[in-house]
C-alpha cells in the first residue's frame, strides 16, 4: 500500500497583541511593560519560563515602541546601535561566553546612557544565570523585572488553542479543556503536546481526536524536554 504523502508546513505563530491572551498569570507582567515610560532607568527585564509568552510580549512591545529585536547570543558580531528601544532576547543563554556577556555589557551602559528604553528576556533571574562577568551581573540583578508566571487552566487552553491555530489544526472544541486537565501544566509541554499531535494526524491522514490525544499521553514521547 502506498503511503500518504505528508507535509511539514511551516509554522507562522500569531505574535499581535490581540492574539495575547491575559489571565492573573500574565496580567502583572503585561502591565509592567504597558507601563515603559516609567521603567526605572528604563529598562525591564521580562523572566519566565520556555513557551510562557515572553517572545509574543517582546514582539508586542516592539512594536508599540518601534524597537529592534536582537537575541543575546547575536550581540558580540553586531556594532552597537544608535539609541533607540531595542528588545535583547535570552540573555540567560549566553552565560559563560565572555564575548557575549562583555557585548551585552556595553549595549546596556550605551543604552542608557542614550536614555532609551531595554527590554530584556530571559527564563529565570539573573542570579541564575551563571554569569561570569561581574559587572554585568550587578547591573543586570539590579534591573526592574516582570515575571511571567505558570498557567492556570484558563491561559493553558489559549495556549493549546492558540498553538493549534498557528499551525491550521482544527479540533473539537471539547478537546481543549480534555487536555488542560490530563496534561502537564507547562507551556512547554503544550508545545511539545500539539506538535506530536500535528505530526502523528499528518502521518495517518487523519484528524486531531481525543483517541490520539490519549495515545500520545500515554507514552513516554513527551517527558523529554
Same mark, same amino acid.
Given at each position: 500500500m502506498a503511503r500518504q504523502l505528508t507535509f511539514d508546513l511551516p509554522v507562522r505563530p500569531a505574535l499581535g497583541r490581540e492574539d495575547f491572551f491575559v489571565s492573573p498569570a500574565n496580567a502583572l507582567a503585561l502591565a509592567a511593560l504597558d507601563g515603559a515610560a516609567d521603567w526605572p532607568q528604563g529598562k525591564m527585564l521580562l523572566i519566565g519560563?520556555?513557551?510562557?509568552?515572553?517572545?509574543h510580549l517582546a514582539q508586542v512591545w516592539a512594536g508599540a515602541e518601534s524597537a529592534r529585536v536582537v537575541a543575546a547570543t547575536e550581540l558580540a558580531a553586531?556594532?552597537?546601535? $544608535?539609541?533607540a528601544p531595542l528588545v535583547v532576547e535570552d540573555a540567560d543563554r549566553i552565560a559563560g561566553d565572555r564575548a557575549a556577556e562583555?557585548?551585552?555589557f556595553h549595549l546596556h551602559n550605551h543604552m542608557l546612557s542614550g536614555r532609551a528604553r531595554l527590554l530584556i528576556t530571559a527564563r529565570a533571574a539573573p542570579r541564575s544565570w551563571?554569569?561570569?562577568l561581574p559587572d554585568l551581573a550587578s547591573r543586570m540583578e539590579a534591573t526592574a523585572s516582570a515575571q511571567l508566571l505558570p498557567p $492556570? $487552566?484558563?491561559l493553558l487552553a489559549a495556549v493549546l488553542v492558540?498553538?493549534?491555530? $498557528?499551525?491550521?489544526?482544527?479540533?473539537?472544541p471539547a478537546l481543549i479543556p480534555w487536555l488542560v486537565q490530563r496534561m502537564d501544566r507547562s507551556f512547554a509541554a503544550a508545545r511539545r503536546l500539539v506538535a506530536e499531535l500535528d505530526a502523528r494526524s499528518l502521518a495517518?491522514?487523519?484528524?486531531?481526536?481525543?483517541a490520539l490525544a490519549a495515545e500520545i499521553l500515554d507514552s513516554a514521547i513527551l517527558d523529554a524536554p
Open positions: 519560563p520556555e513557551g510562557a509568552g515572553k517572545s553586531l556594532p552597537l546601535p $544608535d539609541p562583555v557585548a551585552l551563571g554569569l561570569t $492556570d $487552566d484558563a492558540k498553538l493549534f491555530a $498557528d499551525r491550521q489544526i482544527a479540533v473539537a495517518r491522514g487523519g484528524p486531531v481526536t481525543r
